[in-house]
Nanobody
Framework: QVQLVESGGGLVQAGGSLRLSCAAS????????MAWFRQAPGKEREFVSR????????TYRDSVKGRFTISRDNAKNTVYLQMNSLKPEDTAVYYC????????????????????WGQGTQVTVSS
């Protein structure tokens, strides 16, 4: 069973930066992908970004493009989410997720496309 552990959340003022980390206990699926989702109070969990292990190809939701950067360290089985120019609307619990296989199209944005999840880390952006 793969375990994912997030870290790096916290409280920051608008315009500030945070870097989230997600360490996987193992990487048993070299063909898969890692992603970040977030969930604000009273809202559904939504896709933020994804990166493929094999070639580092990335995907972002429109509202974070140009502000967030996802990256990976294959040797450490770790994925990062660098978040700059944070806004109050970025406030949420951020979850790391892993999929065994790469999915394409709109399926990459679905919670159901990911097999493993971390416990989440709180990000709060004050105005």
């Amino acid at each position: 069973q793969v375990q994912l552990v997030e870290s790096g959340g916290g409280l920051v003022q608008a315009g500030g930066s945070l870097r989230l980390s997600c360490a996987a206990s193992e990487r048993t699926f070299s063909t898969g992908a890692m992603a970040w989702f977030r969930q604000a109070p009273g809202k559904e969990r939504e896709f933020v970004s994804r990166i493929r292990w094999s070639d580092g190809s990335t995907t972002y939701r429109d509202s974070v493009k140009g502000r967030f950067t996802i990256s990976r360290d294959n040797a450490k089985n770790t994925v990062y989410l660098q978040m700059n120019s944070l806004k109050p609307e970025d406030t949420a619990v951020y979850y790391c997720a892993a999929s065994k296989q790469v999915v394409y199209g709109s399926n990459r944005y679905l919670v159901s496309s990911y097999n493993y999840w971390g416990q989440g880390t709180q990000v709060t952006v004050s105005s």
